[in-house]
Every structure is written in structure tokens, then in C-alpha cells.
């Protein structure tokens, strides 16, 4: 009986083994054909594929030229060594997952993942504190075709090092910046807005540094964003939020937790600019998936802004019915508003008048006649 790398539910008869598959014998594991050696390690784990590796040159190979999707967040000790080791054999690589909950990664990890693997579209860095401008350097000149990109928690960077990024990086479309509070600056934004034009979703929370001038170069350079978070860019006014009404139109999702600046004109901004955009009968209901599913915003988070008013949000509110205050679909997020109680999505009114008899909703609006004359 063999066991194929550790994984009790993948023991394979040997004798089973001894069959013909297109006319070829497999009498050792080196006689796998890639496809089904690629099969099998696609159901294990990341470690019994990284120990697969090293069964005989074969299998490496073959792991080598196969392997596109590797996650290493489960290696607590000795990350940096392990992808030292690994960088030269997984050049065929596309997606890779290094979040860490503890500090281990170097410059000279990276190093090595940019001189190897030069197919890599999404890479996961989050939380690697001791990263340096050099790691941002060398994927800039060898990891050209990334896509997505997560450095959040990542507070070493310099804004001049994410600005050289961009101009090798001209692909990204999703860029985790949270909390990268040296990264991020009005300068950082302009690089983005000059070399990302195809940018859909950028997290930009807690960068603290940014202002109006930023936004509004990421808004007139992006204008297929589709998700923004600037939750705690407390520097930021009303003329972010009009930019990126009047630019970004594909906006589905904005975060303004925290951005106290923020006033009336900025929700009559949004309000207005769905009215502009959305096309005759876009956003009405029908017995399948209703199109405002499809356009508009879909999430706005403003807890904390606590200069709007109800009106303002209401007319926010009324203009996307895909935002929702009703229990267990809270994508109108109003955390610390207390004036803006009375703001209800379409769901909560329909739902009222369903629970109230006609009769009763009859009285009541003779009611409010009787009282106003």
C-alpha cells in the first residue's frame, strides 16, 4: 500500500497502479502522468504538496511547471526559509498567500519571489512588518503582471516606493493599502491615478496623510473603481466624495467611517449621480434578479459622520435600493449617527405597510387631514 504524502484518505493500491493509461505503463510513482500527478495534489493541502516536491526529480518537476496557486499562512516558523527554498521551484506560480499573524517575511523572500516567479498576478504580503522598500523594488522589475496586490498592515513602505510600484504594475485592479500609514500619501494616490487607470477596488483605510488633492487624482484616473475605502482619512471633505460621484460612476462600494468632514453636499453629490447615471427603468424590480443588484452603490458605510442630516442620507438611501438599514442587511451603515435613526431603506417601508391593515393606513391619513385643516 502507498500512501500518497501523509494524506490517509489518498492511500492508493499499488497494484492498481500497474494499469495502462494511454498506452502507458505506471509501474513507479515517477510514471504519473503531469495531469494526474496535478489532479491528485489538487486535493491535499499546501504542505503535503510543498512535501510532494520532494519525492523524486519527476514529481518536482512537474510541480514546478504545474503549481499555480500556493498558501503558505499556515507556516508559523520559518517562513522566510521555506520561500527562500521554494521561489526557484515554483516559477509557473499565479497566486500566492503569505499572510502572517506573526512577523517572519525579508526583504529576501521577496527577492527571491520576484526573480522566479514572473507570472505572479495576485500575491498576499499582509501583516509583513518587516518588509522594506527594497521588496516593493523587486516586484516592481520582476512581477510585472500583477493584478491584486494585499500589503495592508505593512507599515514600513515609503510613498515613493509604492509610486515606483505603479509604473511597473500598470495591471492592478485590487490594492490593499489599509493601514500603510507611511505608504500612503497625496503622492502615492496621483501614481495611482497616473499608471492604474484599470484600478477596481483600493483600500485606503486608516492612511491619515491623504487629502482632497489625492482623491481626486485616484477619481479623474480611475474611473472604473468600483470599491473604495477611506475609512479614517480624516482629512478628507466633501470634494472627495464629488470627484468620485462625478468620475467613478461603476462606484459600488465606499467606506467613510470616521471622515467627521463630511456633509450634506457630499450625499446630495452621490444622490445626484445616480440619478445622472441610471438608465430608464435600470433599478426596477422584477420576479428575477433585480438590476440595482447589478449598478449603483451597494454599501456605504458613514458611521461616525455625524454632520449629515436624514435628509440627505435618505435621498442617498431612496436613489440606490440596493443600500439596506433592515436587520441582516446592513449595507447603509450608520454606526454613531444618532440623528440619522429616522433613515429607512425601501425594504422597511414596504414591510410597514404590509403589517398595517388598508383600513388603518386609511384612518391614519384622514387622520393627518383632520389635523391640518
Not at 519525492?55 to 499562512?73: E, H, K, N, P
Not at 450625499?267 to 445616480?274: C, D, F, V
Request: hydrophobic content about 40%; charged content about 20%; overall charge neutral.
Amino acid at each position: 500500500m502507498v500512501m500518497v504524502v501523509g494524506e490517509p484518505s489518498m492511500e492508493l493500491d499499488f497494484q492498481m497502479m500497474m494499469m495502462k493509461m494511454e498506452g502507458v505503463s505506471i509501474k513507479e510513482w515517477k510514471d504519473i502522468p503531469v495531469e494526474l500527478l496535478m489532479r491528485i495534489l489538487s486535493l491535499v493541502d499546501d504542505r503535503n504538496v510543498i512535501s510532494a516536491s520532494g519525492v523524486c526529480s519527476g514529481w518536482r518537476d512537474a510541480i514546478s511547471l504545474g503549481l499555480t496557486r500556493l498558501r503558505l499562512s499556515w507556516c508559523n516558523n520559518n517562513m522566510n526559509s521555506l520561500v527562500l527554498s521554494l521561489a526557484p521551484k515554483i516559477v509557473k506560480l499565479q497566486t500566492l498567500i503569505l499572510r502572517q499573524d506573526k512577523p517572519q517575511l525579508e526583504d529576501s523572500a521577496v527577492e527571491a519571489i520576484a526573480n522566479h516567479c514572473h507570472e505572479l498576478q495576485d500575491l498576499d504580503l499582509s501583516k509583513s512588518l518587516r518588509l522594506t522598500d527594497r521588496s516593493l523594488y523587486a516586484l516592481a522589475h520582476g512581477c510585472p503582471n500583477l493584478t491584486k496586490l494585499n500589503l495592508s498592515g505593512c507599515t514600513s513602505f515609503s510613498d515613493k516606493a509604492i509610486a515606483y510600484l505603479t509604473r511597473s504594475c500598470r495591471s492592478l485592479k485590487v490594492l490593499n493599502l489599509c493601514g500603510c500609514v507611511n505608504a500612503v500619501s497625496d503622492y502615492t494616490l496621483e501614481a495611482i491615478g497616473n499608471n492604474c487607470n484599470q484600478m477596481q477596488s483600493l483600500n485606503l483605510g486608516w492612511c491619515e496623510k491623504i487629502s482632497d488633492d489625492g482623491v481626486m487624482s485616484l477619481a479623474y484616473g480611475c474611473p472604473d473603481l468600483r470599491t473604495l475605502d477611506l475609512c479614517g482619512c480624516v482629512l478628507i471633505t466633501d470634494e472627495s466624495v464629488v470627484a468620485l460621484a462625478d468620475w467613478c460612476v461603476h462606484l459600488r462600494s465606499l467606506g467613510l467611517y470616521y471622515c467627521r468632514n463630511i456633509t450634506d453636499r457630499a450625499m446630495y453629490s452621490l444622490a445626484q449621480s445616480g440619478v445622472k447615471n441610471k438608465q430608464p427603468g435600470q433599478w426596477k424590480s422584477s420576479a428575477k434578479k433585480s438590476k440595482y443588484d447589478e449598478e449603483g452603490l451597494r454599501s456605504l458605510n458613514i458611521s461616525q459622520c455625524t454632520a449629515l442630516t436624514p435628509s440627505a442620507v435618505q435621498a442617498v438611501c431612496d436613489t440606490f435600493p440596493a443600500l439596506h438599514t433592515c436587520s441582516g442587511r446592513h449595507s447603509l451603515v450608520m454606526s454613531g449617527c444618532l440623528n440619522l435613526t429616522s433613515v429607512h431603506c425601501a425594504c422597511i417601508l414596504q414591510a410597514h405597510r404590509a403589517v398595517v391593515p388598508h383600513s388603518e393606513m386609511h384612518n391614519m391619513f384622514e387622520g393627518r387631514l383632520d389635523a391640518k385643516t
